[in-house]
């Protein structure tokens, strides 16, 4: 499921490429979605990711909880850290969090908790994002920062610039192209 970001109102729908639904090759074992107010701006180069653009999306996030969410459930989360996947050439930030109704929530505080409480967790989300797109004739995602996920501070400095570049778009102090503002 995606946010169809160029339809009025923005709604959850079953994700087509070329006219097909599209279903992921491998399973998923953590809850995936997005954080509202953020916008990652394909006019802006990031001098830290490689100088790739973001993705004209809301920024992702992985939620790495015990629980199985349904489609559309709304979260409150602690972000623990960020990946920088770069898919063709953009930026497409990876949020991780968890719920903050998780158990392990109250252990779990940066990204170095996540490896000593989760093990594995990170090397799988990181495999499965530079992995997906194989099965489709694509090359493998690539990703920033040394390849390793950013700590939570950092994480909080993405949240806060693409917050940022998103007031600028509702603003239309940014052209929105083909994004829906409605």
């Known amino acids: 499921m995606e946010v169809a970001t160029d339809e009025p109102y923005t709604p959850i729908k079953q994700d087509t490429k070329e006219g097909k639904l599209r279903c992921y090759p491998y399973n998923i074992h953590w ?3 997005l954080l ?7 006019s802006l180069a990031n001098s830290e990711v490689d100088g790739a653009f973001g993705d004209n999306d809301p920024v992702d996030v992985v939620e790495i909880g ?6 559309g459930e709304i979260l409150k989360v602690k972000p623990l ?7 063709e050439g953009e930026l497409d930030w990876k949020i991780v969090a968890i ?14 908790d996540v490896e000593k409480h989760m093990p594995g967790t990170l090397t799988a989300i990181r ?56």
């Open 99 to 112: 719920s903050l109704d998780d158990p392990k929530a109250s252990f779990v505080n940066d990204i170095d």
């Open 36 to 42: 509202p107010q953020t916008w990652e701006d394909p």
């Open 127 to 182: 495999d499965w994002f530079r992995d997906y797109k194989i099965p489709d004739g694509k090359p493998a995602n690539k990703f920033g920062l040394g390849n390793k996920a950013a700590n939570k501070d950092y994480a909080l400095k993405v949240i806060s610039e693409t917050n940022e570049s998103w007031n600028k778009l509702v603003k239309r102090y940014i052209p929105a192209g083909e994004l829906s503002l409605v």
């Open 31 to 33: 809850n995936y979605g």
């Open 66 to 71: 015990e629980s199985r969410r349904k489609i």
């Open 81 to 87: 850290g960020a990946l920088a996947m770069i898919d």
